[in-house]
């Protein structure tokens, strides 16, 4: 007998890098997750730039699309809107789907500063919506299985966090400066863009953070102009004319956790050498666990015993773990990034289907910014910042 699913109709605003991920992840979780209970739809897609329509309707399978954000946004027609564009649109895209009573996806940071993140809280509180963040990484299987450990007791007590995003994208001091080096278009510069990873991270597996103190830095400190749309992976050249570097390439953060434990934190986009480590490290009386995206499909594990073999066991990913068996049979056959995507957006899905609240929404990116707003204040007090709760700001 044929199950009967509720149908969900889909707008994406913009076709970059994400919302290219996230449309795969709707044609894909059919054929993945056969005991859903929603049918997504790709509905509309919105992007100004005419190769990317062209590329939604004939490559991905949309309905319709169109150059107009505003009018998919709000489409009779859709149920749950993706917003995937960049930064700066963020805010007045979320704005719009949340008032048309629309359930909504960002991707972080929703959109670049502090207070537009609680904007976007209060948008979406006020309509009553469904809401969800696109902090990806939490759901790599080993890392949802590192919670149950913890919640478990595997550690003990957790006594310190070390957490880090250490990223090459930046690192080109001929990179063109796109709109993510810019204040007004990007916001903050890595503490909006992978902090924020490392921030949620810490707070899904340990809990919240009292106090920060920290740096900023910022290394590469011109670039070359773009001479027209480009990616901020794109290269420019030595002759060409550059402008300033408005934001942050790197900050480092101390901190303490609710429950005693102590954290750092170090993130950056022009080190070079690592090349997408965002990585965990966590301490226990009992204990000790360790990840890193680089090795997404391995978990390092340390149980404290007293014996001469004590050391750390690696644990790969497998189908014995939550929504790993979907994608691979068996044991250390690897899933990869989309695979987090379309994880997390099934996860969002069932829960608008069902009438669920889904986490991380609106209102955990509002806890990753309490942090972030603390770290601000700290570049400028140069001395420990309490976290203040902006929803209650």
Known sequence: MTKVRRPLRIAVLGLGWMGQAHSRSALRIPSLFPERSFEPILTVCADTDPI???????????????????????????DAVWVTAPNMLHLPMIEAATAAGKAVFSEKPIGGKPEQTVQAWRYAEAAGVPTGVGYNYLWSPLVLHAREMIKAGELGTITHYRGRFLSMYGSDPMGLLT???????????????ILSHSVSMAQFLVGDIDEVVGMRHTTITHRPLPSGAASHYGRGRPEDPVGPVENEDFASMLCRFTDGATGTFEVSRTVVGPESQNAFEIYGTKGALAWNLERMNELQFYRAGGSKEDGYTTVFGGDRFPYHGAFVPGQANSIGFEDLVAIEDLAFMECVAQGDR???????????????????DSWQSRTWERVRDLKRA
């Not at 709109?179 to 863009?193: K, L, P």
């Not at 889904?358 to 601000?376: H, K, M, N």
């Open 179 to 193: 709109w993510r080096f810019i204040i007004d278009e990007a916001g903050y510069g890595v503490t909006s863009d």
């Open 52 to 78: 990317r329509r062209t590329r939604a309707q004939d490559d991905f399978g949309f309905s319709r699309v169109t150059d107009d954000w505003l009018s998919a946004a709000t489409a009779d027609d859709v």
């Open 358 to 376: 889904f986490s991380p929404g609106f209102a955990e990116a509002v806890d990753v910014v309490s942090v972030q707003q603390a770290l601000i």
